[in-house]
């Protein structure tokens, strides 16, 4: 949109989009931490998962901005159009099977509710029960204070703050001399550290469970964290980057659909992924920054609208799904997205 309507040339477009997606998920991760899990007693967003992705997430922001500065514009946008065609049929037919569930869910409610039979083989119909064990009703503050996790949130800073601090440093060194590639590569372990820890104790955690018959899945996947399926993650997680850093889309395009595949409930992806993504979106503002690549007034004034339309954004589809029972339109209206931007894309170049 900011190349087809606005007039912005590709690369600031990109920049500009990037500041877009740090307002808009920054605002959407404040609305997020005053929102209670649907479900069960722990945060709206997993913390596990966000420590496993945003490594290397923000790894593969750095990759892609380094390499939007020497790929051709139109090979960029043919992969682009390939991998959101690809994420956005997968979210879509997630959706629909979820749809279904949810249907089926539904009705099963409403014949319980319209058919009862007490203790003494009576019928009761239209009987409303309160549940025994009644959940209690938090504030807005206590929600908050008990979605945030202090020591994971500190290591994610962490983590950020070493990715910046390097992408600063390497802005004052002569481009692809010895201490540019040094400071790139360092990069690397600084990422893989953290992603390690995190998918060894995932691993622990998904053996100890299957050795005691423990059912119940670790963090919100469903999948078995083995070695493969981290390997996977780890992947995923660097094409999301990249994706990210080349052309200035979410790296949630990808993480996502990604987090809706291996299981996790649409409400805490959504969260998740929008968390997650406030921080691989900051590092790209700043590395745009660095380059000089975005107008600074446009910048802020586009940022402050982004975090308007994030926070009701959210807002109203929660109301949307509230009202009408059905988590699916979140993974639709996700999909939706995705191809809307492979087709915009598509588009402009052509």
């Keep these: 949109m900011l190349t087809l309507i606005v007039g912005f040339d590709t690369k600031s477009a990109a920049a500009l989009s990037k500041c877009m997606i740090m307002g808009a998920s920054a605002s959407s991760v404040w609305y997020n931490l005053r929102v209670p899990h649907p479900t069960r007693e722990v945060p709206i967003i997993d913390y596990d998962l966000a420590l496993l992705f945003q490594p290397m997430l923000l790894l593969g922001i750095t990759l892609g901005v380094s390499l939007s500065v020497v790929f051709p514009y139109w090979l960029i946008t043919v992969l682009i159009i390939i991998l959101f065609i690809g994420t956005s049929s997968r979210s879509f037919f997630k959706g629909i099977e979820m749809w279904k569930e949810e249907t089926i869910l539904k009705k099963e409610m409403v014949n319980r509710q319209e058919t009862f039979v007490n203790s003494r083989g009576e019928l009761l119909i239209d009987t409303e029960y309160e549940p025994l064990l009644p959940r209690e009703e938090k504030s807005k503050m206590q929600i908050l204070f008990f979605n945030l996790k202090w020591k994971r949130l500190l290591v994610l800073f962490l983590v950020w703050a070493s990715f910046l601090l390097l992408q600063v440093i390497k802005n004052d060194v002569a481009v692809c001399g010895a201490w540019f590639w040094v400071l790139f590569c360092l990069q690397f372990p600084v990422a893989l550290v953290v992603f390690g820890y995190e998918a060894v104790k995932l691993y622990r955690e998904n053996k100890k469970r299957i050795s005691t018959g423990n059912t119940e899945s670790i963090c919100e996947a469903s999948i078995e964290w083995t070695p493969m399926h981290i390997l996977f993650c780890a992947v995923c997680g660097i094409i999301g980057g990249t994706v990210g850093g080349l052309l200035g889309s979410g790296g949630g395009f990808v993480l996502g659909p990604l987090l809706l595949e291996i299981g996790v409930s649409p409400h805490v ?27 600074i007034p446009f910048a802020l004034y586009l940022m402050g609208v982004s975090i308007v339309a994030g926070f009701w954004g959210q807002f109203f589809v929660r109301k949307l799904v509230t009202i009408l029972r059905r988590a699916s339109l979140i993974v639709f209206i996700l999909s939706g997205v995705i191809f809307v931007s492979a087709l915009t894309m598509g588009k402009n170049r052509h």
């Design 269 to 295: 992806a959504s969260a998740t992924s929008t968390f997650v993504m406030m921080f691989s979106s900051s590092l790209s503002v700043v590395e745009f920054y660095l380059l000089k690549r975005f107008p």
